[in-house]
């Protein structure tokens, strides 16, 4: 089984930003949409964004479209969250998630899960 490991995480202030990162191994990583999910205080895990294997196509939820970009480099096996105009809203603990199948936007698809990232965006 392949690992992911996220990073980046932090505490910011409202309007500010940050970059997550998920660096996957051969296995995890290669031919895998990668997804980012994020799971707040009611445990409900939802998605956030996914990009194709290949870099060329991305998705976002309505909550953050236009607000976070998702981004990899297949070179260094890493995916990148760029997350900008952050509310309290935005506070929540981020995965990101490999997916073998389909493009990684529901949680039946995840094949492997990384550790979890905090986020805490405060007022």
């Known amino acids: 089984q392949g690992r992911l490991v996220e990073s980046g995480g932090g505490s910011v202030q409202a309007g500010g930003s940050l970059i997550l990162t998920c660096v996957g191994s051969?296995?995890?990583?290669?031919?895998?949409?990668i997804g980012w999910f994020r799971q707040g205080s009611w445990n409900v895990r939802e998605w956030v964004a996914s990009i194709s294997s290949d870099g060329r196509r991305t998705s976002y939820a309505d909550s953050v479209k236009g607000r976070f970009i998702i981004s990899r480099d297949n070179a260094k096996k890493m995916v990148t969250l760029q997350m900008n105009s952050l509310t309290p809203e935005d506070t929540d603990l981020y995965y990101c998630?490999?997916?073998?199948?389909?493009?990684?936007?529901?949680?039946?698809?995840?094949?492997?899960w990384g550790q979890g990232t905090q986020v805490t965006v405060s007022q």
């Open positions: 051969d296995a995890t990583y290669r031919r895998h949409d």
């Open positions: 998630a490999a997916c073998s199948g389909g493009h990684c936007s529901v949680i039946p698809d995840v094949n492997v």
